[in-house]
C-alpha cells in the first residue's frame, strides 16, 4: 500500500483557517497535519477559500517527498506568503486586459 493523504476539513480560528489531514503510510502508521493560512494571508495575496485545501495538500504531499533526504514534516505548519504567491502564479495567473 502506498502512502495516502487525506483531507479532514478545516477548522475556523480567530486568526485563520486550519485545514487537517491524515496521511496513512503501512510502513510509518498514520500521521496527523494541520496546515494554516491566516486571515490576512488570504487578503493580502487574494487566494480564494476554495483555493486553500488544495494548495496545503499540495504543499504537504512536496514536503512528504522531501521528506527521507531531510527533517520530518512538522505537524503543524503555517504557509507563508511567498508560498501563497507562488501557488496563485501557477494556478491562477493575472488576466491581462484587452480593452
Known amino acids: 500500500m502506498s502512502t495516502q493523504i487525506q483531507y479532514l476539513g478545516f477548522q475556523l ?3 485563520g483557517r486550519d485545514y487537517a489531514y491524515r496521511v ?3 510502513k ?5 497535519f494541520v496546515l494554516s493560512i491566516t486571515n490576512q ?3 493580502e495575496h ?3 477559500y476554495q483555493d486553500a485545501a488544495a494548495l496545503c495538500y499540495q504543499k504537504l504531499q512536496r514536503a512528504l517527498d522531501t ?3 531531510g527533517p520530518p514534516v512538522p505537524q503543524h505548519y503555517i504557509l507563508s506568503g511567498q508560498e501563497l504567491d ?3 502564479g501557477q494556478h491562477r495567473p493575472a488576466r ?3 480593452w
Do not use: C, I, L, Q
Open 67 to 69: 521528506e527521507s533526504s
Open 13 to 15: 480560528s480567530a486568526k
Open 46 to 48: 487574494h487566494v480564494p
Open 86 to 88: 507562488e501557488y496563485m
Open 96 to 98: 491581462r486586459r484587452t
Open 24 to 26: 496513512v503510510d503501512a
Open 41 to 43: 494571508a488570504f487578503a
Open 28 to 32: 510509518e502508521g498514520n500521521r496527523d
